[in-house]
């Protein structure tokens, strides 16, 4: 009796064909075993050539498959696709592809994009961008080798050489054989890198394999270098190797050889070179064969596993003929008036395009409109649509995921047409619809049948495209006229004061008018005589250079009539000629003020103190002698209690008190609550006295502005040129502004600090690292890692806690944080994290249907953010994570009970547990463990952690004793009966390491 196994084990032949159909057709059998055999009957049918029979039985088996019982599905969708392609059934083909999509896995993904790739070449379809994509994937080695060769010689073909040098570098790393390198060679040349490409000649030389391809190379570059004399040697090195070399070789080589002797008039080599290159062009000729299957030529390759390159197809014979009537229609298509709207437009070209292909329907719907426009028989019909009316259309699955569709009816996952709103009727045979980009989509019925799908697709491809440009255009001339409409209200408008001059007569607006006392078209000759007699001449000079050549500026200002003008000049081409528009500024009032403020210019008006000007005019001066220079700072706190006006008194009066001190020194306002000091010396001993007494006598003084509050001032100082030599004055305040900001940042009592070059060197680094951490959380470039909690007991993972890295930077991640927070980037970066983490385990879920136990460390600001946990709850349910997952471990010690104990319940009602690395904060809050760092072997603290490990237990909680180094303290923890143990001990994982061991276990 013939069992399954059996039959599983036949190999392809007519027998076991038949032997398996009466087993199915006479034998009950189960779902999955009649899927099992079914699977391997095609596979049998598949390898004996059978594809009608595969693309038939396949088809109507898997459409009465129940998909949501049979999961191994891949294989019998495999032969079908490649069965369809073989009978250039494109629409089976590209059906079944989109299936096979849906089902492979994501790591397994590609596998589907080779299928698209191999249908677009045999549809004659542009493949270049999903090579591009899958070379970025994660794909086996060898499938990445073909695709980069296969981008290569596209390349090399297309004339794209300077995308190649990119991919050679990817090359290098895959293709461990180095075939890569003759095409190097070629790339190299053609991109004329003269000097790269001797150096890559030069290192192969000798080489057993591309010794050839150095020589090519080599004569190349003496040739064009005219170096004909090392060109005449390298002819002879390599004489022997010439004579047994490929063919392909030769015919590259002989013309050069040919140039070269031609060049130094050497007869008898030219001849016989001449000769060569005859005879084997000949025999090439001769050699050549190819095979012929109605009428196409192809070159058949054997098929490897992952393969999607199975055959290379020529164009059919009407590719000509289509790209003649696009050619045609591209130039009828701006031949039509731009005064027509978009609706007449679209019908004259439609007219022009049923001179070449008739169809039933040719629709075009607008997408940012929803708009249908419907040609049939030189009518055009257009109405507006509501979503819902095409929401389960052809139209709406383009709109949604722009990929193309063409087939029958029967193939479509819609089949309701959007003309009618009712299904498809019989009069429809086939149908095309093509995404026009981002505008909408292009449709067409025929009422014909369509045996060859290539015989229409590269016409109408190429209309949605025209399509394409015409709706562009559209959009483009309405914002023309738009802007058109706009620019004429505003000249039209009293905005400003403008003139528009041509040689032939002159216009000024109502403003202008005004302005100048002038009638609207008041003659040049006239405007000059109100000008200053000393004016003309410039002014006639400045017109004439203005009027020479458009696209010039100028400004000018004079005086006319009494007033001070302003005119500001632009020479515009406009058409034939060039034309001269003026704007016009009465600046009277400003230069009756002028003379007064001359004299304030240095001098600040609030504190009477020299400002910024001054100091930057004696900045230059002071740099020249030793001093020292020092930034002041006040009581800053007063500012939100009393208001602006009684603390710009206050701080008028701390300038004043400063100055009165230093009576050898210069203050200067520095900024709206700084001063500037500079003091003739810069030994250490003197500045600090000074400073010192200064603090004394401001801490002792009595202020007349606010008699109950102190000026409170910090010092940043910096002794020229003791600790630096840097002359530009805007780096020395940079200087002065880190010191003081550093010292405010210390929380110590300390009022003064001497600026040291590494604060500056400090902050350089801290901002180049917040620019790197900004640009990597807008670019998603952040990656996680994590730390395994043990349970010691069982010797399991515990629980694992996620911290962020920062890929391209060796940076701790304690630091990270520290500088984040210094520069109030931790919430948002604590935030990124909680959502990178979600992210993860929602990746995590769908790919293995498993989970694992997160702890994320936060700080005690974030946690006590009014808004973290609205986030953190929304986060939640958008990657749809259960809440017992994930741990939350608060940094931080003094967490007040009545502020935040409603937080806390918010987060433990839902089932999300809560971590401490505090003894306090646990003792107050119901936490779920604490965190502790492991401190040096000492009998205190063993017997501390060991109560407190006792008293944790019987509240329920666990202690996890941190940063364990050792074996030693690994075993000493276990003595005191610590269960939880973290630290360099383990070693820390990737959140892919993480993944695949998950998807492993």
Not at 420 to 435: Q, R, S
């Amino acid at each position: 009796m013939i069992n399954i196994q059996t039959l599983l084990q036949y190999t392809a032949s007519d027998e076991a064909v038949v032997e398996i159909e009466n087993f199915i057709n006479y034998k009950t059998l189960t779902v999955f075993e009649f899927h099992t055999v079914f699977s391997h009957l095609i596979k049998l049918k598949f390898e004996l050539g059978r594809y009608e029979d595969v693309v038939r039985q396949g088809v109507t088996y898997y459409e009465r498959l129940n998909k949501e019982v049979i999961k191994d599905k891949l294989d019998l969708i495999n032969f079908i696709i490649d069965a369809a392609l073989i009978l250039r059934k494109f629409d089976v083909a590209y059906q079944f592809i989109q299936i096979y999509k849906e089902e492979l896995p994501v790591l397994e993904n590609y596998k589907a994009q080779l299928k698209l790739i191999e249908f677009k070449k045999l549809t004659n379809q542009d493949y270049v961008h999903e090579l591009e994509a899958l070379k970025e994937d994660f794909i086996p080695e060898e499938i990445k080798l073909k695709i980069l060769k296969e981008l290569l010689e596209i390349y090399l073909n297309t004339g794209k050489e300077h995308k190649i040098i990119d991919l050679i570098d990817e090359l290098k790393r895959v293709d461990l054989k180095q075939t890569y390198i003759p095409d190097y060679f070629e790339t190299l040349y053609k991109l004329n890198q003269i000097d790269d490409l001797k150096k890559l000649a030069e290192s192969y030389k000798g080489h057993q394999l591309y010794a050839m391809d150095a020589y090519l190379a080599l004569l190349r570059i003496y040739i064009i270098e005219r170096d004909f004399h090392r060109a005449t040697i390298l002819d002879a090195d390599y004489e022997v190797m010439l004579e047994n070399a490929p063919v392909n070789y030769k015919l590259k080589i002989y013309p050069l050889l040919i140039t070269l002797y031609t060049e130094l008039k050497n007869k008898y080599n030219i001849d016989l070179f001449t000769k060569k290159l005859k005879q084997i062009t000949k025999e090439e000729k001769k050699e050549k064969k190819t095979k012929s299957v109605d009428g196409k030529e192809i070159v058949l390759e054997t098929k490897q596993e992952e393969s999607f390159t199975p055959l290379k197809i020529k164009p059919k014979s009407n590719t000509l003929q289509n790209f003649n009537h696009l050619v045609d229609l591209i130039g009828y298509s701006h031949q039509i008036s731009e005064t027509k709207n978009l609706r007449d437009t679209l019908r004259s070209f439609f007219m022009k395009l049923e001179e070449y292909l008739v169809v039933k329907d040719l629709i075009v719907f607008k997408a940012d409109t929803e708009t249908l426009f419907n040609y049939k028989k030189e009518r055009l019909y257009d109405k507006t649509l509501l979503k819902s009316s095409y929401a389960d259309t052809v139209i709406y699955e383009i709109i949604k995921d722009g990929e193309e569709r063409f087939g029958t009816i029967e193939t479509l996952k819609y089949d309701k047409n959007i003309l009618t709103l009712n299904k498809y009727t019989d009069d429809i045979k086939y149908l095309f619809a093509f995404p026009i980009y981002d505008q909408g989509v292009f449709l067409v019925h025929f009422d014909i049948d369509v045996i060859d799908p290539g015989e229409y697709y590269d016409l109408l491809r190429g209309i949605s495209s025209i399509l394409y440009t015409m709706l562009v255009d559209e959009e483009k001339r309405q914002r023309l006229r738009d802007d058109l409409q706009f620019l004429k209200k505003i000249f039209d408008s009293n905005l400003t004061p403008y003139r528009i001059m041509c040689e032939a007569h002159t216009s000024y607006n109502i403003p202008a008018q005004k302005l100048l006392n002038a009638d609207s078209h008041m003659p040049y000759e006239i405007f000059l005589r109100n000008l200053g007699v000393h004016e003309v001449k410039s002014y006639e000079i400045l017109i004439e250079r203005l009027f020479s050549k458009p696209n010039l500026s100028d400004a000018v200002t004079y005086l006319y009539q009494g007033k001070q003008i302003r005119e500001r000049l632009i020479s515009i081409q406009d058409k034939n000629e060039i034309k001269i528009i003026s704007t016009y500024e009465d600046l009277t009032n400003y230069y009756e003020e002028r003379s007064k403020l001359v004299m304030e210019a240095t001098v600040d008006f609030e504190t009477s103190l020299p400002n910024m000007n001054a100091l930057n005019e004696n900045l230059v001066e002071l740099i020249k002698d030793k001093g020292s220079f020092i930034l002041l700072s006040f009581n800053e706190s007063i500012l939100p209690i009393y208001g602006y006006d009684v603390a710009i008194q206050f701080f008028k009066e701390f300038g004043q008190v400063t100055k009165k001190f230093f009576t050898d020194g210069e203050v200067y306002r520095f900024s709206t609550y700084q001063l500037f000091l500079y003091i003739p010396y810069n030994d250490i001993r003197s500045v600090t006295k000074m400073v010192k007494d200064y603090l004394r006598f401001v801490e002792n003084y009595e202020s007349q502005v606010i008699n109950y509050e102190k000026f409170q001032p910090k010092l940043s100082i910096i002794r020229y040129p003791v600790v630096t030599e840097e002359k530009n004055p805007a780096k020395l305040f940079r200087y002065l502004e880190l010191s003081l900001d550093y010292l405010k940042r210390l929380g110590t009592d300390e009022h003064f600090i001497y600026f040291e070059h590494k604060i500056y060197e400090d902050e350089v680094f801290e901002q180049q690292v917040i620019n790197y951490l900004n640009e990597a959380m807008n670019k998603s470039q952040l990656s996680l890692s994590f730390n395994q909690i043990i349970d010691v007991d069982r010797n399991v993972v515990w629980q694992y806690e996620s911290e962020l890295v920062l890929p391209n930077m060796d940076i701790d991640s304690k630091y990270l944080l520290a500088i984040a927070k210094k520069r109030n980037r931790l919430f948002d970066l604590e935030k990124y994290h909680i959502k990178m983490v979600c992210e993860f385990l929602n990746t995590l879920e769908k790919e293995t249907q498993k989970l694992v136990k997160i702890t994320i460390p936060i700080a005690k600001e974030t946690f006590t953010d009014l808004n973290f946990n609205p986030y953190v709850f929304g986060l939640f349910q958008k990657y749809e994570i259960p809440f017992e997952f994930i741990r939350f471990k608060i940094k931080g010690d003094n967490l007040k009970s009545r502020e935040h104990i409603t937080l806390i319940d918010e987060l433990a009602k839902v089932g999300i547990g809560m971590d401490t690395t505090s003894v306090e904060v646990a003792l107050n809050y119901p936490f779920n463990a604490v965190h502790l760092d492991y401190k040096k072997n000492d009998s205190k603290w063993n017997d501390y952690i060991k109560l407190l490990n006792l008293m944790l237990q019987n509240h329920q909680m666990a202690l996890v004793i941190r940063d364990v180094k050792t074996k030693e303290q690994k075993e000493q923890l276990q003595e005191l009966q610590i269960k939880y143990i973290e630290g360099p001990i383990y070693k820390r994982i990737t959140a892919d390491q993480l993944f695949y061991k998950i998807a492993g276990n």
